[in-house]
């Protein structure tokens, strides 16, 4: 609202504001001739039919309103009532905190007793009139509980329209919303104070609407417990029109006529440019006349009017003020203003309903494309196939990244991917901390990365579980049974292997489930995308609007992809899994040792295999280059170490014994002559009785001794297990992953989606357009667009005599 319209200027001698003084203090006789003119009546009829198609179409339609907003008890139901010149108990019926009320007054002088019509549900029609002024409260109630049973809500935004014809009530059209409350009722749910709230915000928040806010007299500005609720609506009060209800009550406070002006100005809370209207209405609730009633808001006016003259010292500054004293005064200054309003807005409006006028008509067309196609197989198919590719290009565009739509509409935290998966946590992960972004609302490879990297804590937060001395005696006692296992490293690694089964394997099946989760719900964006390239760029993409059956066919085909993508990606890291924990695999015996002389290798691992061992058959018997040692003591080394013999000769014992050595893994060396001898089979039988010695410690030890061979083997597990764990997680799955899930998303999804919907012949392909009720469908949302035409080209119609007449 402009500066020059604004709706509390303070009068003053400028004459702008002269002009608002001297229109509201005009006489009530001149006042209903000027805007019972012809041209100010049909444009008001022409506003009230366009608001009616718009709450029943849904049409988002600029109308200059007014929406009336106050707490449950600040008189805003008996305004109303004021207002309509009769009253209906609409205050007793409560309905505020349940759905907002439209009500549509129409000055009619020859509708000496008020007609009542109510606005039918999801229908421009209105019904029958209602005489009796108890089937009007009756009604709000019966609708209101009607629609919140179906609803299941304590609140419901959708309003209900009541149009009133009166001769005592003034061309008028205001909202009613639910007044706010500070504690739900008992019986409503807890949440009802903040909805209402969020609703009233909604209903006041578009610009072309006036707020009338309404607060008791009794309340000082100060502690108002709502103005700043209005200040978050609309902050310099441009368009608010502030009501203090109840004037009555304060009066008796007053002595002095500064005390009356200082109150009546409101400055300091409500700023220099503000002033409310002041306004008392009759207390008694007794059943009167519609006369009476009229009477006696008529001598609260005059009351009001003589205490503040004749009751107060020096009375008051009439000239500033009592232009905004009394309902009279009110009520004439909102039937200008929404008329003036209504003029302004007339030439946009008229466009408005042009362009939607020809939007809809466009829309008709192509409903009656559609019917006409449902006989055309080949058009069908056409149509049916671009749609579909570009749902694909579209997930792969959202796949390697893009920001529409809006991710904090359609994205999702790491909390709600969990919630709605059903994966609330990782399998044996306690730790909740969070990865990184997951407060940030994500979609496609973003969410994608996201729940990658969360695998990677997950994973790297799960160590080898104890294992008992039990098992560990087992295993080695196995081993010697067999003929002198390979001991302490083979128990080790035999527990690290079952341990990395039976902990990383369900991580890797709930990384698939989420993964998938992720791509699923990429559909809906996909479709989202499409629809607005679809408005930009016309019908180049396909146009399957209105096509249930095809679309939901589309969303399961596309379900069934992704769902067969995660079985092969289970299937895939589990081979993953079974290679890197199998007893052949070389992984828990990989060291950080170099091999070489070149000490700057930037190999994460160097690996002393067989493969790439010295070959010891060639090195037998071979002297070494000095044999200053002639020590004979017995030397053992473990599987994988360099040892040095003779002097400085050095050589790599393989980690796989051969047939002669001993079968724990050691290797004997003798120095005889300076000649290196193998132990051989002589070492054999007082190594399995060490074997036995070994498992007589682990039995009688304490595993939680310093130096246990307990102690050695489960730390010696955890090692390898910590080994197998980065293997899997940073060479396999993490490259099997994005290349299960992700490269066939982009290559394959249009061929795997062509195969399953249009490689069938087509009596079964029209059965997703033809399926029961499919045409049904399109018919009545055809008959309802057609509906919604008729009767915005009749408003675009009257709206034309409109402009005719400015």
Known sequence: MATSNNLLKTPTKTPPNDKISSSSSVSRKH??????????????????????????????????????????????????????????????????????????????????????????????????????????????????????????????SKPIVMRAEYAHCPNLTIIDTPGFVLKAKKGEPESTPEEILSMVKSLASPPHRILVFLQQSSVEWCSSLWLDTIRDIDPTFRRTLIVVSKF???????????????YLSASGYLGENTQPFFVALPKERTTVSNDEFRRQISQVDSDVLRHLKDSVKGGYDEEKYKSHIGFGCLRDYLESELQKRYKEAAPATLALLEQRCSEVTAQLNIMDSKLQATSDVAHLRRSSMLFTSSICNHVGALIDGAADPDPEQWGKTTEEEKSESGMVSWPGVMSGKKPPNSTLRLYGGAAFERVMHEFRCAAYSVECPPVSRGKVANIILAHAGRGGGQGIAEAAAEIARAAAKSWLAPLLDTACERLAFVLKNLFDLAMEKNQHHHFEYGKKTGDMDGYIGFQAALRRSYNCFISDLAKQCKQLVRHHLDSVTSPYSQVCYETDLFLGPDPNSTSRYHTLTPSICLDLSDQENIPPENNNNNNNKDQETTPGKLIKAAGEASMTVPETPSPDQPRDGSFVIKKEHGNIIEGGARKRHPRMMHNGEVLTSVANQNGSQPGSTYSEICSLAAQHFARIREVLVERSVTSALNSGFLTPCRERLMVALGLDLFAVNDEKFMDMFVAPGAIDILQNERQSLHKRQKILHSCLTEFKSVARSL
């Open 31 to 156: 006042h209903h001739t000027t805007v019972s003119s012809s041209s100010s009546k049909s444009r008001f009829e022409a506003y009230n039919r366009l608001q009616s198609a718009a709450v029943a179409f849904g049409e988002k339609l600029p109308i200059p309103e007014i929406v009336a907003i106050g707490g449950q008890s600040d008189g805003k139901s008996s305004l109303l009532e004021a207002l309509l010149g009769f009253r209906f108990n609409v205050r007793e019926v409560e309905m505020g905190t349940r759905r907002p009320l439209i009500l549509q007054m129409v000055h009619d002088p020859t509708a000496l007793d008020p007609r009542c019509r109510f606005q039918e549900e999801d229908s421009e029609d209105y019904g029958n009139p209602i005489v009796l002024s108890s089937e009007i409260a009756d009604t709000i109630k019966s609708r209101t509980d009607a629609l919140l049973k179906k609803t299941k809500t304590a609140v419901s």
């Open 248 to 262: 009555d009550n304060r009066l008796k406070e007053f002595t002095e006529r500064w005390e009356v002006d200082r």
